[in-house]
């Protein structure tokens, strides 16, 4: 699924500056909620909300409540106590932007520790890649891949994914004026050994991320992610 994009790369944000956010709840617990944009059927942008939260004991559950008043019941991430997460589903996505303010956690741990904290979304946006070029390059034998520049995004992070949905590859973070990339057999960021087939449809996702300003650790407030179908190897 494609959430493992958002939480794969947060878990290594937070795995990295764990307990150093601005205020947090406590040294053991981060959360967080942030604005995300996509491109419809219809290319229309829509917009939706992701949460994450992470801690270094094991929640048995967690709930946020935005400031007006919508639920988010957040789910472990493959199964990891550690680490609980949601994102608006696909058919929800709506074209207004979401609820901006405050959103309050409820974190509740599997001791029996119970925690609240919130979370200011703010309205940092980014909005999808304007791609202009995604193709399979049978002579260099690469995905090549270019868009124009994504006004305030901090970082970039290309993934590919299988017919199942599944994370296959995943990009280095690359710098926020990046315009183009490749995507290569023989390069790093395949997962779990995997190679791409021939003849194979895959997803390419461009995702662009916009940090929390001012600061001290990477958090991201602003999401957008657009997609394109290539067949690898023709």
């Known amino acids: 699924m494609k959430n ?45 909300v992701g949460i994450n939260t992470m801690t270094n004991k094991d929640f048995s559950r967690v709930t946020v409540t935005s400031g007006d008043n919508s639920v988010y019941e957040l789910q472990p991430y493959n199964g990891h106590t550690y680490n609980f997460y949601y994102e608006t589903p696909d058919n929800e996505f709506i074209r207004f932007e979401p609820y901006f303010g405050k959103y309050y956690f409820k974190y509740t741990l599997t001791t029996g520790e119970q925690f609240s904290d919130s979370s200011d979304v703010v309205r940092a946006i980014v909005y999808p890649a304007d791609i202009t070029e995604c193709a399979y390059n049978t002579e260099s034998n690469n995905v090549q891949l270019k868009w124009n520049r994504i006004e305030n995004a901090n970082f970039i992070v ?59 650790v990477e958090i991201v407030q602003g999401e957008s992610v657009v997609e394109r179908k290539i067949t690898w190897g023709q």
């Open 158 to 216: 290309i993934f590919l994914l299988n017919g199942n949905g599944e994370v296959v590859y995943a990009s280095k973070s690359l710098a926020g004026t990046t315009v183009s990339a490749t995507i290569a057999a023989s390069g790093t960021g395949w997962q779990f050994e995997v190679k791409p087939e021939a003849g194979a449809q895959y997803t390419v996702q461009v995702k662009a991320f916009r940090n929390k300003a001012n600061s001290t």
């Open 4 to 48: 493992l994009v958002i939480k794969t790369l947060t878990v290594s944000i937070l795995s990295a500056c764990f307990a150093c956010a601005d205020e947090p709840v406590n040294s053991e617990i981060l959360g967080y909620a942030f604005v995300i944009s996509k491109l419809n059927a219809t290319s229309d942008t829509v917009f939706g």
